[in-house]
């Protein structure tokens, strides 16, 4: 079904159509009539499947008039919010909305000029909002649509209360488009407060593995990571990877080394400053950077096109993770790879993972490579005979529990 048959403008369906998106992907089908129709909607998504659109577009159209802020989104990071505010405005090229991001970190100069000469849509991370709240640069009475996204990585990050106070701030008569990859209990109970009457999507499991990414795993002494990653980036054929680390203080160390090794590389973590993000981003963008090393900041959401890689040098903290990290790859149509570094006492970890996924996750080895801490014969029960880390191999189907309506990816 295509674009022109969900009922959006002219002006509209011309930017769909210069950002080259040919049909609408799933959470876009189901998302965006309800929400041209003015009703409130509950999605839980998984990353990268368009949501962002599924949004975007129901709200350019419904808001008409100009003259306040009516449009509030608000993002866990400030590199959602960027990503989010850029995609809004490209969607907007053939209208006259206002956009702008808001969010901490950088000075406050440039964004109170923007303010002070009027925008449509603010996309905000709560601290920096409530900054401007405090000091009435912004206001929310005539906030007609509010979104939350990615609202479980809010309840991460422990944005939830300042979410709240915001929503109260908010006009009760307004609609509200409310995203989120999983819907623990505090998130149930939030949704339930917030929203009126929504209509309710589900896209994919969260659970599942992005079907355009093949994945697989290491078993390898913590002696012998580094290396690995090395040989691994030399083997495979990749034009830009990201390799999440555990803490910033071991991105810091992985990047050093790798800088070492003749590789240029970018590094991502809650540490470097609003200006070192950006940079950092932007240069791995653009191809300047051909690895970047990150925490999981950059594990949700971050879209850069063509990224042929990721490896996980250390395994995730939680299950769910790993399908955010290894989303970074194969995202759109394109395919990619992961893989990831487990240690001999990780078990439990990755145990944990593939009971999340609901598939194994193959195991690899590296012709010639050791990956014991001690050099000899590598025994390694948990190495499937006949994979080898040079062949491709095709990611398993998740099981039928896992598996539902519409949980591969738009194509
Ligand atoms: P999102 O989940 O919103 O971050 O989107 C993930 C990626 O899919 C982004 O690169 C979008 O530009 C792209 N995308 C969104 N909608 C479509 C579509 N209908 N067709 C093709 N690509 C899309």
């Keep these: 079904m295509p674009f022109s048959t969900l009922g959006l403008t002219k002006p509209l369906l011309n930017g769909v159509q210069s950002m080259g998106y040919v049909d609408p992907s799933p959470i876009q089908l189901r998302a965006i009539p309800p929400a041209l129709a003015g009703r409130d909607v509950i999605a839980s998504a998984q990353t990268g499947t368009g949501k962002t659109a599924a949004f975007a577009l129901p709200v350019l159209q419904r808001l008409e008039r100009h003259g306040a802020c009516r449009c509030l ?16 405005r490209d969607l907007a090229r053939y209208t006259d909305m206002r956009t702008l991001s808001v969010f901490g970190g950088v000075g406050y100069g440039p964004q109170r000029t923007a303010l002070k000469s009027g925008v449509d849509i603010i996309v905000a991370t709560p601290g920096r ?34 979410v709240r106070r915001i929503i109260a701030k908010c006009p009760k ?8 990859a999983t819907l623990p209990p505090e998130i149930t109970e939030l949704a339930a407060w917030a929203l009126q009457d929504p209509e309710r999507i589900e896209i994919g499991a969260s659970h599942s593995v992005v079907e355009t990414v ?28 990201i390799v999440f680390a555990r803490t910033k203080h071991g991105a810091d160390k992985i990047a050093k080394k790798l800088r070492n090794t003749n590789h240029s590389v970018a590094v991502l973590h809650a540490n470097r400053s609003q200006n070192q993000r950006i940079e950092a981003l932007a240069g791995f963008k653009s191809g300047k950077y051909e690895v970047m090393v ?34 970074r790859t194969g995202r759109a149509t394109a395919t990619g790879d ?22 194994q996750i193959p195991r690899l080895t590296l012709e010639g490579f050791v990956t014991t801490a001690r ?37």
């Design 73 to 88: 989104i608000l993002e866990p990071t400030r590199e959602l919010a960027m990503q989010v505010e850029t995609s809004l």
């Design 129 to 162: 909002l409530e900054d401007y709240l405090q000091s009435r640069e912004i206001r929310l009475n005539d906030i007609e649509v509010l979104v939350l996204d990615e609202v479980d990585r809010m309840l991460d990050v422990g944005f939830l209360p300042a």
């Design 173 to 180: 008569e307004r609609q509200t488009l409310f995203f989120s």
């Design 214 to 241: 093949t994945h697989g795993l290491y078993m390898v002494a913590a002696e012998r990571k580094f290396d690995l990653l090395v040989a691994v980036l030399k083997k495979v054929d990749f034009q830009s990877a």
């Design 294 to 327: 990150a925490t999981d900041i950059a594990a949700r959401g971050i879209d850069v096109a063509g990224v042929s890689h990721v490896i996980n040098y250390d395994i995730p903290q939680h299950p769910e993770d790993y399908v955010h990290r290894i989303g």
């Design 338 to 359: 992961a893989f990831t570094f487990v240690m001999p006492d990780e078990g439990k970890k990755l145990a944990g993972i593939e009971r999340f996924i609901g598939q």
């Design 375 to 411: 050099k000899g014969p590598i025994h390694d029960r948990t190495q499937e005979p006949g994979l080898s880390g040079e062949k491709r191999f095709r990611p398993q189907r998740p099981n039928r529990r896992h598996r539902e309506a519409g949980g591969s990816r738009h194509r």
